[in-house]
């Protein structure tokens, strides 16, 4: 089945020591997202990928930085974390700008020490 | 600015019939949409409206009033795993690109 898959489903790291996320697309969607939930909290946009364009929310810290290599897979990397970032975070995807439905992983659940 | 409410909880009976309400306020309204998200789990999509009226899925509606800036999903014969918190999600236009703002979500229990 065409799906989205994330990586690790749960990661713990340690304060201030880097970690990456990643996504995985079986869809061939053009537009991949990330989201940071904290609990009981809204979904949060942090930053998309239409195709190789990256669009950065402006009140996303510069703590995290995305890359997308190629069409299938997006990473999220966390440069320096913090407790606060402790959260679910969560990569979507759509198959075009237009906004059509978007596709959910199941979401990375990350503890910080 | 952009804003949307919801309730925080609801509890409803095992048969009934639910409503979960939504206002929102936005500056680039380009749809709307209804997931469900189990505890731990990714949202799953639920329905979309973009034109004013009712939407009928199986045990699941949803209405849009654009005028009023509301929404509400429908769920009828509850079940037990209908239990899950309920999102409601704007798509906004106003950034130059669509996007989709979050409400921070329903948490409906369904009891027997």
């Known amino acids: 089945d065409a799906m989205v898959i994330q990586n690790p489903r749960y990661q713990v790291t340690q304060f201030g020591k880097p970690v990456t996320l990643s996504c995985s697309q079986t869809?061939?969607?053009?537009?991949m997202y990330w989201y940071q939930q904290k609990s009981s909290q809204a979904p949060k946009l942090l930053f998309h990928?239409?195709?190789?364009?990256?669009?950065n929310e402006a009140d996303t810290p510069d703590n995290f930085q995305s890359r997308r290599p190629n069409t299938s897979f997006c990473f999220l990397d966390i440069r320096s974390p913090g407790l606060g970032d402790a959260a679910m975070y969560l990569c979507?995807?759509?198959?075009?700008?237009?906004?059509?439905?978007?596709?959910f992983g199941p979401g990375t659940r990350l503890t910080v020490l | 600015g952009q804003n949307i409410d919801q309730p925080t909880e609801m509890t409803a009976t095992e048969g009934a019939i639910v409503q979960i309400n939504c206002t929102y306020q936005?500056?680039?309204?380009?749809?709307l949409f209804w997931y469900q998200q189990h505890a731990g789990e990714a949202p799953t999509f639920l329905s979309y409206?973009?034109?004013?009226g009712l939407e009928e899925k199986g045990r699941f509606s949803s209405f849009l009033s654009r005028s009023k800036g509301y929404s509400y999903l429908l769920l009828k014969e509850l079940q037990m795993k209908d239990s899950a918190s309920y999102l409601c999600?704007?798509?906004?236009?106003?950034?130059?690109?669509?996007?989709?703002?979050f409400g921070a979500g329903t948490r409906l229990a369904v009891h027997p």
């Open positions: 990928y239409y195709d190789k364009d990256f669009n």
């Open positions: 936005t500056s680039g309204f380009n749809g």
């Open positions: 999600a704007v798509r906004d236009f106003s950034g130059g690109y669509n996007k989709l703002i």
């Open positions: 979507a995807t759509s198959r075009d700008k237009g906004g059509t439905e978007q596709f």
């Open positions: 869809l061939n969607h053009n537009v």
């Open positions: 409206n973009v034109l004013d």
